[in-house]
């Protein structure tokens, strides 16, 4: 059957956004990979207010990790998530402000949503923008914590299989070592 694009559709894909823009997305931070390792890199900050990024475990949500503060890190200083994920399931964050304001923003919220842009141009690196003002206050430019959540498909290995991996794993290191 041939398909043609009508002069409807067109519309549709031509339509200004700006309504959309108003409406808070998800920012939808979710694994692409059936066995996915998650590895977070602190791309650089520009704030008055300091803040501390911390992953929500979601085995033990009323957990956070703290990975990186704003004024502290360094850019580059990467934390590989000890935990596996399924594919589509959430890698949720918060930003909490300690310094300067109080508040506490979470990529779970949909009140906070607005508080986070994504980059996924590349699906398997996505940059994360955080404001640390509200939507009444802001500047607007998303530059208070930016960081990259990076994709890696892990496989598992069988269990018998294990033994064979870790004696290959110390051959080679003792090799690179000499
Ligand atoms: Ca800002």
Known sequence: M???????????????????????EDPAILAPFEFTEVSVEFMGSSAGYTGE???????????????FNNHQSIVGDSYTIPRLFT?????DFTYNIIAGADDRFSTSNPDDWNQFRIDDTDPTAL?????DLRPTATDADYND????????QSVIPAPGALGFFAMTSIALVRRYRR
């Open 87 to 91: 594919q589509g399931e959430r890698v």
């Open 145 to 152: 914590v930016i960081f990259r959540v990076r994709f890696f």
């Open 53 to 67: 990024l911390n992953w929500i475990d979601p085995d033990l949500p009323n957990v956070s990790t703290t990975l």
């Open 127 to 131: 940059i994360v923008a955080v404001e």
């Open 2 to 24: 041939h398909r043609t694009i009508t002069p409807i559709a067109i519309l549709a894909l031509s339509a200004p956004i700006a309504a959309a823009d108003l409406i808070a």
